[in-house]
């Protein structure tokens, strides 16, 4: 039922009336265009400190060796702490609570990985086969390290897909599994390709079986680090698994507990809660924030198409006085009512959505906001919220009026 | 064409009831021209509403062709506006953003009739009126005289039975006064009943009937020769 002559006569009357017409759409717009910046700055910000835990598993505590920093039984400070294996199998036989744990080593190899012509740098990062699970990495073709690889001291990769994109090209890529590569010269038997949404050069890595690589390369038992998973432990039960390996730790080599800086333990389970409860209130403030922001865009529009009827009685008694029905002046305000802030909305939205664009491609990539979009649900349900709110407080106004004697609504100036 | 019987009509503000028409008997037939006198305050204007179906009245009864103008729906009461009816006021009451000729045709918008026609035929009556010229204009650029005019096409395009007019030449000179007397006995020529409320003799002097209120009740109703 699009009756064309009606919705003339509203635009007439919305083109002739500028003012009236930009307050009320500026009122629902800028509501509009203030929750989708409020909405997707919240989310930008949660998405880039969401991906910063990216690529590990949110249970798992990563014991690395430092240097002591305090003296401690007759040591001086300054005391480089080395691991072994045998910290490793320690760790792994006496905490209680272990999911998964791996070993791993940082020690620089000649890190040229070639496949026929092709070479390239990459990182060379020797572990157990744990480790894919605490690094959380997709298989993407074959497997990962397994106990066999590691028990014979087998010459076996996992790459990552930024190493098989430039190591195999064209017709080999979707053969790199069981193909030999050069890693410091030495051939490997590639097993798996993995992809990790980890930071950059962590995509770059190959991971190799972590006794050959003492074997091969190294000549001795030093690893670097040792992280594991807590399955679903709680906070507390993990804290209290941290205490009891940094109490080992400090026993067996001979530092102080209070030392942090001798062995690090990041326990990311405590990292992980506390941001996250952090943007739990983040939320929960944005919410407040966005909520009273479409109260004030409720009061604005309302406010204002009450002002627009009231300033319009005159006009009504005039419409009416020349034959108008009540039907036809009120269902023209209500439309013309929705129009306008139906229309501000969309505009807000557009804008709102524009400038977040905008920021995402104008600056430069921040690690800590990334991919800023507003709730498109929200944002609508918001332009309706006021769409609803505006027309009715428009449409009380409008029925007293078209329902008057003509002469009371003249009367009024 | 009207029929009034014992008609009465009061005001109420507050805890006062002012009695403003005391119950008045009147026939107007088709075609007459007439103009209602009377001093300020006597209820001329009270009365002119209550014919144009813009105020209720309390008691008696109005019959307008013959139908009984009571209790009626606001949009049966929009159908008789729009049909029957024309309303010229004091005070022109156009619609300030929109030009004249849209002022003119709006009535035609009421009865449905598209845009490009009811701007044609509001062209005619404009034309009529000798103020074709300022179709364009909006009425804060026209002149009392012309802004009467405009009204006055308004209230003509719809073709009513009727046209009320309430002293329609009370904010113009005495020339331009006359020549709007001259229009509207041209209209009633036509065939269109007139009524004008007015306070100016040779207003009067100008129709076929001259009806003087007095406190709200009818004091006399003369019939003119002209
Ligand atoms: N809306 C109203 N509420 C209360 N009293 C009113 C109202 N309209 C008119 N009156 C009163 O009714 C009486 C008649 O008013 P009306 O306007 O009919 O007089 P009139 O004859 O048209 O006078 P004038 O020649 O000054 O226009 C006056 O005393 C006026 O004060
Ligand atoms: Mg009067």
Same mark, same amino acid.
């Given at each position: 039922?699009?009756?064309?002559?009606?919705?003339?006569?509203?635009?007439?009357?919305?083109?002739?009336?500028?003012?009236?017409?930009?307050?009320?759409?500026?009122?629902?717009?800028?509501?509009?265009?203030?929750?989708?910046?409020?909405?997707?700055?919240? *989310?930008?910000?949660?998405?880039?400190?969401?991906?910063?835990?990216?690529?590990?598993?949110?249970?798992?505590?990563?014991?690395?060796?430092? *240097?002591?920093?305090?003296?401690?039984?007759?040591?001086?400070?300054?005391?480089?702490?080395?691991?072994?294996?045998?910290?490793?199998?320690?760790?792994?036989?006496?905490?209680?609570?272990?999911?998964?744990?791996?070993?791993?080593?940082?020690?620089?190899?000649?890190?040229?990985?070639?496949?026929?012509?092709?070479?390239?740098?990459?990182?060379?990062?020797?572990?157990?086969?744990?480790?894919?699970?605490?690094?959380?990495?997709?298989?993407?073709?074959?497997?990962?390290?397994?106990?066999?690889?590691?028990?014979?001291?087998?010459?076996?990769?996992?790459? &990552?897909?930024?190493?098989?994109?430039?190591?195999?090209?064209?017709?080999?890529?979707?053969?790199?599994?069981?193909?030999?590569?050069?890693? &410091?010269?030495?051939?490997?038997?590639?097993?798996?390709?993995?992809?990790?949404?980890?930071?950059?050069?962590?995509?770059?890595?190959?991971?190799?079986?972590?006794?050959?690589?003492?074997?091969?390369?190294?000549?001795?038992?030093?690893?670097?680090?040792?992280?594991?998973?807590?399955?679903?432990?709680?906070?507390?039960?993990?804290?209290?698994?941290?205490?009891?390996?940094?109490?080992?730790? &400090?026993?067996?080599?001979?530092?102080?507990?209070?030392?942090? *800086?001798?062995?690090?333990?990041?326990?990311?389970?405590?990292?992980?809660?506390?941001?996250?409860?952090?943007?739990?209130?983040? *939320?929960?403030?944005?919410?407040?924030?966005?909520?009273?922001?479409?109260?004030?865009?409720?009061?604005?529009?309302?406010?204002?198409?009450?002002?627009?009827?009231?300033?319009?009685?005159?006009?009504?008694?005039?419409?009416?006085?020349?034959?108008?029905?009540?039907?036809?002046?009120?269902?023209?305000?209500?439309?013309?009512?929705?129009?306008?802030?139906?229309?501000?909305?969309?505009?807000?939205?557009?804008?709102?959505?524009?400038?977040?664009?905008?920021?995402?491609?104008?600056?430069?990539?921040?690690?800590?906001?990334?991919?800023?979009?507003?709730?498109?649900?929200?944002?609508?349900?918001?332009?309706?919220?006021?769409?609803? &709110?505006?027309?009715?407080?428009?449409?009380?106004?409008?029925?007293?009026?078209?329902?008057?004697?003509?002469?009371?609504?003249?009367?009024?100036? | 064409?009207?029929?009034?019987?014992?008609?009465?009509? $009061?005001?109420?503000?507050?805890?006062?009831?002012?009695?403003?028409?005391?119950?008045?008997?009147?026939?107007?037939?088709?075609?007459?021209?007439?103009?209602?006198?009377?001093?300020?305050?006597?209820?001329?204007?009270?009365?002119? !509403?209550?014919?144009?179906?813009?105020?209720?009245?309390?008691?008696?009864?109005?019959?307008?062709?013959?139908?009984?103008? $009571?209790?009626?729906?606001?949009?049966?009461?929009?159908?008789?506006?729009?049909?029957?009816?024309?309303?010229?006021?004091? $005070?022109? !009451?156009?619609?300030?953003?929109?030009?004249?000729?849209?002022?003119?045709?709006? @009535?035609?918008?009421?009865?449905?009739?598209?845009?490009?026609?009811?701007?044609?035929?509001?062209?005619?009556?404009?034309?009529?009126?000798?103020?074709?010229?300022?179709?364009?204009?909006? @009425?804060?650029?026209?002149?009392?005289?012309?802004?009467?005019?405009?009204?006055?096409?308004?209230?003509?395009?719809?073709? @009513?039975?009727?046209?009320?007019?309430?002293? @329609?030449?009370?904010?113009?000179?005495?020339?331009? $006064?006359?020549?709007?007397?001259?229009?509207?006995?041209?209209?009633?020529?036509?065939?269109?009943?007139?009524?004008?409320?007015?306070?100016?003799?040779?207003?009067?002097?100008?129709?076929?009937?001259?009806?003087?209120?007095?406190?709200?009740?009818?004091?006399?109703?003369?019939?003119?020769?002209?």
């Amino acid at each position: 039922m699009f009756d064309l002559d009606k919705w003339q006569e509203i635009f007439s009357t919305i083109k002739k009336n500028r003012l009236r017409t930009f307050l009320t759409g500026f009122s629902v717009a800028w509501g509009i265009f203030m929750l989708i910046i409020l909405l997707g700055s919240g *989310r930008g910000l949660e998405n880039g400190v969401r991906n910063q835990f990216k690529g590990s598993v949110n249970n798992g505590i990563w014991i690395s060796s430092g *240097r002591t920093t305090m003296a401690y039984q007759g040591f001086k400070p300054g005391r480089d702490i080395k691991f072994t294996n045998e910290d490793y199998e320690r760790v792994k036989e006496t905490i209680d609570g272990i999911d998964v744990i791996s070993a791993r080593s940082m020690i620089n190899i000649n890190n040229t990985i070639s496949y026929k012509n092709e070479y390239g740098n990459f990182t060379i990062s020797p572990c157990h086969p744990g480790y894919a699970i605490i690094k959380d990495v997709k298989i993407e073709e074959g497997r990962f390290l397994n106990d066999i690889d590691l028990q014979k001291y087998r010459k076996v990769v996992a790459i &990552s897909t930024i190493v098989r994109d430039a190591l195999f090209k064209n017709g080999d890529k979707k053969k790199a599994v069981g193909k030999y590569i050069k890693i &410091s010269g030495v051939p490997f038997k590639v097993v798996g390709v993995f992809s990790d949404e980890g930071l950059e050069d962590e995509q770059r890595r190959v991971y190799i079986p972590i006794y050959t690589a003492q074997r091969v390369f190294f000549g001795s038992n030093e690893i670097d680090q040792v992280s594991l998973t807590t399955g679903d432990k709680t906070i507390d039960e993990v804290d209290a698994m941290v205490e009891q390996i940094r109490k080992q730790f &400090s026993a067996i080599h001979k530092f102080d507990v209070e030392d942090h *800086r001798a062995i690090s333990i990041w326990n990311k389970a405590q990292d992980f809660k506390r941001t996250m409860d952090l943007f739990a209130g983040i *939320r929960l403030f944005v919410w407040i924030v966005g909520i009273g922001t479409i109260i004030a865009g409720i009061v604005g529009v309302s406010n204002i198409m009450i002002i627009v009827v009231k300033e319009r009685t005159k006009e009504i008694g005039i419409r009416k006085a020349i034959g108008a029905t009540p039907y036809s002046i009120v269902s023209t305000i209500i439309a013309e009512s929705i129009l306008i802030t139906a229309f501000a909305g969309y505009v807000g939205l557009i804008l709102g959505i524009g400038l977040l664009e905008l920021i995402s491609k104008a600056l430069p990539p921040i690690e800590f906001f990334v991919n800023p979009e507003a709730d498109l649900r929200v944002a609508v349900s918001a332009t309706i919220l006021l769409v609803v &709110s505006g027309t009715l407080a428009g449409l009380f106004p409008a029925l007293k009026a078209a329902g008057i004697r003509p002469i009371e609504a003249l009367r009024d100036e | 064409m009207i029929e009034l019987k014992g008609l009465h009509k $009061s005001y109420i503000t507050g805890n006062n009831k002012l009695h403003v028409l005391k119950g008045l008997d009147l026939i107007i037939e088709q075609g007459e021209l007439v103009s209602v006198m009377g001093s300020s305050g006597s209820g001329k204007s009270t009365l002119l !509403n209550v014919l144009g179906i813009l105020d209720s009245y309390d008691n008696g009864s109005y019959k307008l062709n013959n139908t009984l103008m $009571s209790n009626l729906t606001e949009k049966k009461a929009a159908h008789f506006r729009n049909n029957m009816i024309g309303f010229v006021f004091q $005070s022109f !009451n156009l619609i300030s953003f929109k030009n004249a000729m849209e002022n003119v045709a709006l @009535p035609l918008y009421y009865q449905r009739v598209g845009r490009k026609t009811r701007n044609k035929i509001a062209m005619e009556y404009l034309d009529k009126m000798g103020i074709k010229d300022w179709a364009e204009h909006m @009425p804060n650029e026209l002149s009392g005289g012309q802004k009467q005019r405009v009204a006055i096409a308004r209230a003509m395009i719809s073709k @009513p039975k009727v046209i009320l007019a309430d002293e @329609p030449t009370g904010a113009l000179d005495s020339t331009t $006064s006359l020549e709007v007397m001259d229009l509207f006995r041209e209209i009633n020529k036509s065939g269109i009943t007139m009524i004008i409320v007015t306070h100016e003799r040779d207003i009067s002097e100008k129709t076929n009937r001259i009806i003087q209120l007095k406190d709200g009740i009818i004091e006399s109703d003369l019939i003119s020769k002209n």
